[in-house]
C-alpha cells in the first residue's frame, strides 16, 4: 500500500492519531468515568459520557501533535535525503520525542529521544521482517514445460534394447 505523497500525508496522518487517541481514550475514559461514578445505573452513565466528553478530545489532540511533528519531520527527510527508506522513519522518531520533551530540558530531550528512536527502530525492524516473510508467498510458480512442440521418440522395443545393449553401446539402453 502505497503512502500519501508528503503535503497530504501530514493531514492524513494527524486525522488518524486524532482518531485513534480520541477513541482509545474513549474507551479507556468510559470505564474509569463509570467505575468512579456514584452508584446507580444512571449516575454511572452520566459520570462515563461525562468522562468521555472532557478528557477524549484532549489525549486525541496530543496524538494529533505527536503525528503532525512526526509527519513534518518525516517529509523533511525524505526531501533532504531524496529517499524513503526506515532511517527517516527513525530519526523522525527520534527527533518528535526530543521535541515534544523540550519542557524537561537537555537531559529528558536526550533520554526522549532514545526512548522514541528505539521504538521506531523496532517498528521499522518488524516490518522489514514481516516485508521478507511475505516477500517469498508472492513469488510466481515456474510455468510447467511446453513440450508440444517436441518430437515424440519412437518406443524402443527389447530386441532394439539387446543389440544396442549387444554393440556395446548400454548408454542407449
Known sequence: MEREPCPFRLLEDCGGAFTMGALASGVFQAIKGFRDAPSGLDYRLAGSMAAVRARSGRVGGRFASYAATFSSIDCALVYCRKREDAWN?????????????????????????????????????????????????????????????????????????????KQGNPSSV
Not at 526522549?112 to 513469488?139: C, D, P, R, W
Open 89 to 165: 522513519s527513525v530519526i523522525s522518531g527520534a527527533a518528535t520525542g526530543a521535541i515534544l520533551a523540550a519542557r524537561q530540558g537537555l537531559n529528558g530531550m536526550m533520554g526522549s529521544a532514545l526512548v522514541y528512536g528505539v521504538i521506531m527502530g523496532l517498528i521499522e525492524g518488524t516490518n522489514i521482517l514481516m516485508g521478507q516473510h511475505s516477500a517469498g508467498k508472492f513469488q510466481p510458480t515456474p510455468k510447467p514445460l511446453d513440450r508440444t512442440n517436441e518430437i515424440p521418440q519412437q518406443k524402443k522395443t527389447f530386441s532394439d534394447l539387446y543389440n544396442n545393449f
